[in-house]
């Protein structure tokens, strides 16, 4: 099977600030891929530069089957790209859009497939109401159906969540595996935790570098980190205690229980050593979460962004 | 193509047609412009204040004066008694003209002595004064003319030896009206044509919808052209205002073809459109593109001949003159109306603006960028 995302080395560069550092990256069809990282860590370029919105500076790869630059046009029809900021027309209707987007892309029988998508969106009653009117959550699902109403074969969704409320989030990600079900692919970047574990398989980045591949729990497994979990009165407050302590990546309290979690579980232990004995607080060993596994990346690579 | 093409097109008129400021400010500012050129320029102004420090109270010099505001130029609006004071008139831009005659004006003439009458003008802005001081001599001559009869007859101004037969061809009442009113399509559509496009791309950055379309199956031509052409049904409308309004309010005549004229006038909106749409792809916002259009609207207007003289202007000023369509298009709009110029006449014009149109219309695809690097 041509994987759906097949880029080698790519790279690009603004000034002499390199955004995406060599990125490969390989998804197969009909998969959904979680893209992490922090802020500016390169997502929404790399997003770009599969969509044939950049040039790369160097690498090179397929999409589709297609080549990333002599084939950009013909992956542009076949692509869904949804940005990061709202990139539909305000002051057009909901239908305006819709219908906007189905030209552009040369969709035959255009009426009854934008019925269709206004149906399945609920917004048939709203047609007429101007984009620019509706609620982030909203215009975040009108943004996916007017992507996906050329039917592509990839999906690529920046931050398609950002600032939306949990039920409209989790409406969106079930739409998101209704169409990966079709067989569609999805690259889909997010700052969420629960999201991404939602995904099939994630690739973290940070500061232009693919620092981590694999499913949730592989990427878990092989990030080696060890972790303790606090539970018992007060013991969220021994979160400023442990931060700093050699050994330790991350200390954070969740609700009144307390997680820690290190790189070698024998230092980890020693960290924690003085704190055993606290009274009415019981340590127990833990598994390390996603979100342990990015802020140990996170912390191992410099950050490049001063060298621009 | 077409289907793509339509849909850019539908969806800059749908825009449009909800940016109420905008969509008024487009018809709202020819008819502006129309009035404040139409009625309220004037470069030949009448009835300019003048004040008469007359020391000789004789037939001849009130013959005189009389001629003087027959003219039109000069309204007598005071009378000084001294030279102090018709000069402080004068400073204090009370009036314009101070008309002086000596006391002894008519006794030099009667003793066949040359007499002196003083006309002092401010002349801070020449426009104003110009054609009223020409007019003095003609005015005094044609007075003396019938005064001076009987005896004193032999004073009269004789006839010169050649006899000067003036024509003003194409505005014979040297009307501003007939010179401003067509020129100002020149200036409305390079005002309105330029800006709004160059607004149209950098929009579409600013409100970050242009990734969207970017990452769409969409050539930059038809971006291009859906872009234009609603522009150019809104410059035909703006057209179609100044012209109506220069039939009916301003009576300035169509001496030529409305036919070529149109096609004229279609060739300039475009080329214009094409202009903004250049600098569109510059600007990085819709501010920049704002400024960017101001920036070339001026000399536009001071360097084609629509505010001043073009052949009043050195040579390098003419030659930047000649690079701008509104020069050209200005020349095709007064011959044509006023003057009844047919194709041969504004050929060389029309070549010009093709020229332009080409030269913008390939920078503008050049410039273009159909990624975000």
């Known amino acids: 099977m041509t994987p759906a995302i097949a880029v080698r080395g790519l790279v690009k560069r603004y000034g002499r600030r390199t955004v995406v550092d060599h990125v490969d990256l390989t998804v197969m069809p009909g998969r959904v891929c979680g893209f992490l990282g922090p802020n500016g860590s390169g997502k929404t370029t790399t997003l770009r530069l599969i969509c044939g919105l950049l040039t790369p500076d160097a690498g090179s790869g397929t999409c589709l ?16 790209y949804m940005t990061q900021k709202f990139g539909l027309y305000e ?5 305006e859009n819709l219908e906007f987007a189905g030209d552009i892309h040369g969709i035959a029988n255009l009426r009854p497939r934008v019925d269709a998508a206004l149906d399945r969106l609920g917004l048939t009653a709203r047609q ?36 939306v409320d949990p039920k409209a989030r989790r409406d969106f990600w079930d739409e998101i595996h209704a169409l990966a079900a079709t067989g569609i692919t999805v690259l889909v970047s997010t700052h969420y935790m629960d999201e991404a574990e939602r995904c099939h398989e994630i690739a973290y980045i940070a500061y232009g570098k693919l620092l981590a591949r694999g499913s949730a729990a592989e990427v878990i497994a092989t990030s080696g980190l060890a972790a303790f979990v ?51 607080i019981t340590w127990q060993e833990a598994e390390p979460t996603l979100e342990d596994v990015f802020i140990h990346l996170m912390r191992q690579v410099p950050d490049n962004a001063d060298q621009g | 193509m077409l289907r793509r093409l339509l849909a850019i097109i539908r969806k800059e008129v749908l825009q449009l047609r909800r940016d109420k400021l905008t969509f008024a400010m487009m018809f709202g500012m020819p008819i502006m412009q129309l009035i404040l050129f139409g009625y309220a320029i004037d470069n030949d102004p009448k009835g300019l204040p003048t004040a008469l420090l007359a020391a000789d109270h004789g037939s001849m010099p009130r013959a005189i004066t009389a001629a003087l505001a027959n003219t039109g130029y000069f309204a007598i609006t005071r009378s000084a008694t001294s030279e102090a004071e018709a000069d402080a008139m004068l400073q204090q831009g009370e009036v314009q003209f101070v008309i002086s005659i000596p006391a002894d004006f008519t006794r030099r003439i009667i003793r066949h002595e040359r007499a002196q009458i003083a006309v002092e003008a401010d002349a801070t802005d020449p426009t104003t004064t110009g054609n009223a001081l020409a ?35 194409y505005n014979p009442e040297g009307s501003t009206r007939d010179n401003v009113v067509p020129g100002l399509l020149a200036v409305i559509l390079t005002m309105t044509m330029v800006m709004m496009t160059a607004l149209a791309v950098t929009r579409e950055y600013e409100r970050g919808t242009m990734e969207n379309l970017l990452a769409m199956p969409i050539r930059p ?14 410059g035909a409308v703006q057209v179609a205002v100044v012209l109506g309004a220069a039939k009916l309010l301003f009576d300035v005549p169509m001496a030529g073809s409305l036919a070529l004229l149109s096609a004229a006038t279609l060739l300039f909106i475009t080329v214009n459109l094409a202009i903004g749409f250049t ?37 390098w000023a003419q030659l930047i003159g000649e690079t701008l369509p509104a020069t050209h298009f200005l020349r095709v709009v007064r011959a044509v109306m006023l ?28 410039r273009y960028r159909v990624t975000l690097d």
């Open chain 1, 65 to 80: 089957g297609e080549d990333l630059i002599a084939g950009r046009a013909a992956i542009k029809r076949q692509t869904g």
């Open chain 2, 135 to 169: 007019a003095v001599e003609p005015a005094i001559a044609q007075a003396l003319a019938r005064e001076l009869t009987g005896p004193l007859a032999s004073l009269a101004p004789k006839p010169g030896p050649v006899e000067v037969v003036l024509h003003r061809r």
């Open chain 1, 230 to 280: 606090a539970t018992g009165e007060g013991a969220d407050r021994l979160a400023p205690k442990l931060r700093d302590a050699p050994g330790v990546t991350a200390a954070a309290a969740f609700g009144a229980s307390l997680h820690v979690c290190g790189p070698d579980p024998t230092a980890l232990a020693a960290a924690i050593a003085p704190l055993r004995a606290t009274p009415g």
């Open chain 1, 128 to 163: 007429h109401q101007l984009a620019g009117a509706l609620s982030g959550g909203w215009k975040q699902r009108l943004a996916l159906a007017a992507c996906v109403l050329h039917q592509p074969r990839l999906l690529l969704l920046d931050e398609p969540t950002a600032g």
């Open chain 2, 339 to 366: 003057k009844g110029a047919g194709l041969p006449d504004i050929a060389a014009e029309l070549a010009a603006l093709l020229l332009l149109l080409a030269l913008v219309g390939t920078l503008a695809l050049a």
């Open chain 2, 279 to 315: 600098f569109s792809t510059v600007a990085r916002n819709q501010l920049q593109a704002m400024q960017m259009s101001f920036f070339f609207l001026m000399p536009s207007i001071l360097l084609s001949g629509f505010a001043f003289p073009f052949r009043g202007m050195p040579a």
């Open chain 1, 91 to 95: 002051d057009l209707t909901i239908r």
């Open chain 2, 221 to 234: 031509i038809e971006v291009m052209l859906g872009k234009i052409a609603p522009y150019i049904a809104i």
